[in-house]
């Protein structure tokens, strides 16, 4: 089974810190997504990445960007906190015709 | 307009009985449709995943696409309380490609 780690389970920074998220995954899989899930809100796709040093905007791209130097890492970098990022914070990969895996997620809290 | 939308519920039942859930979406370009199903404070896990119209079963699980009116539904036969989740519909253009989520269907089936 793919398995996909996500660093923390749950973070507190405070506002205007710079914050990293980390994802990794041990299927060397190509496609990388982070989403963040709020209630009513639902998943929304900030930045996924089709390969190594590849990345494209999602649907809310302000306020992160990422990084991916390795195939198996993906990191989503908070350049300034605030507290509108307090979120739940999902990262996925996925390969054709095997839909997405998640990790657990990080429940980010910006206080 | 949201590109994928979910009743958010919640949809209450009793054990044994048939969950009935749909989504609709409005992109015309989707060919692949998944659902999955979260538990609290874990990330989604993929049920199923479809390519195109047509019904797709698993298990307890079906799954039914009609892209003429741009439907999708998930039925879970003999429901039971491990069964309470909330459950979320995603499309998208190609295999693999970035996913596009409904809100999500919270489900509670009652013992």
């Known amino acids: 089974d793919v398995k996909v780690t996500q660093s923390s389970r749950y973070l507190v920074k405070r506002t205007g810190e710079k914050v990293f998220l980390e994802c990794v995954q041990d299927?060397?899989?190509?496609?990388m997504f982070w989403y963040r899930q709020d209630p009513g809100l639902g998943l929304r796709l900030i930045y996924f990445?089709?390969?190594?040093?590849?990345?494209e905007k999602g649907d809310i791209p302000e306020g992160y960007s990422v990084s991916r130097e390795k195939k198996e890492r993906f990191s989503l970098i908070l350049e300034s906190a605030s507290t509108n990022q307090t979120s739940m914070y999902l990262c996925?990969?996925?390969?054709?015709?095997?839909?997405?895996?998640f990790g657990s997620g990080t429940r980010l809290t910006v206080v | 307009q949201k590109e994928v939308e979910q009743d958010p519920g919640p949809l209450s039942v009793p054990e044994g009985a048939i969950v009935s859930l749909n989504c609709t979406y409005s992109n015309s370009a989707f060919q692949y449709f998944m659902w999955y199903r979260q538990y609290s404070r874990k990330g989604p896990e993929l049920l199923m995943y479809?390519?195109?119209?047509g019904n797709k079963e698993d298990g307890r699980f079906t799954a039914q696409v009609d892209k003429s009116s741009k439907y999708i539904s998930l039925f879970i036969r003999d429901s039971q309380p491990s069964d309470s989740a909330t459950y979320l519909c995603?499309?998208?253009?190609?295999?693999?490609?970035?996913?596009?989520f409904g809100g999500g269907t919270r489900v509670l089936v009652k013992p």
């Open positions: 479809t390519y195109s119209s």
């Open positions: 995603a499309g998208a253009k190609a295999a693999g490609n970035k996913l596009t």
């Open positions: 299927m060397d899989h190509e496609n």
């Open positions: 990445s089709y390969d190594v040093k590849m990345k």
């Open positions: 996925a990969t996925s390969r054709p015709i095997y839909g997405y895996t």
